[in-house]
């Protein structure tokens, strides 16, 4: 539950400063229990980046749909809190490219 709200409250801190930033990441390598143990700010921003990705695939019009952002989220985070192991784009293919 918890995690569901530091979730909602990422989604909320889109105007906060960016996060220190690498060169590259590869989401590939990333599990469920780092992603979890993630900064509120750096969760917000791969989440908005998984988010835009999904919807690319899908050939979405160019809109955020904030409540649908948000219950993905939460589908994400959830399914991520049951599943530490499991990769995060394993993860995001199971709740987010639907």
Do not use: Q
């Amino acid at each position: 539950m918890r995690f569901i709200v530091a979730l909602s409250l990422a989604v909320l801190c889109f105007a906060a400063p960016a996060p220190a930033r690498a060169d590259s990441v590869d989401l590939s390598t990333i599990k469920c229990a780092d992603f979890i143990k993630m900064s509120k700010d750096n969760i917000g921003v791969y989440l908005m980046w998984l988010h835009g990705y999904y919807a690319g695939k899908a050939d979405s019009a160019a809109v955020i749909d904030f409540d649908k952002f948000t219950k993905d989220a939460e589908k994400l985070g959830k399914y991520c809190g049951e599943n530490p192991d499991h990769g995060l784009i394993t993860a995001s293919d199971k709740n987010l490219g639907e």
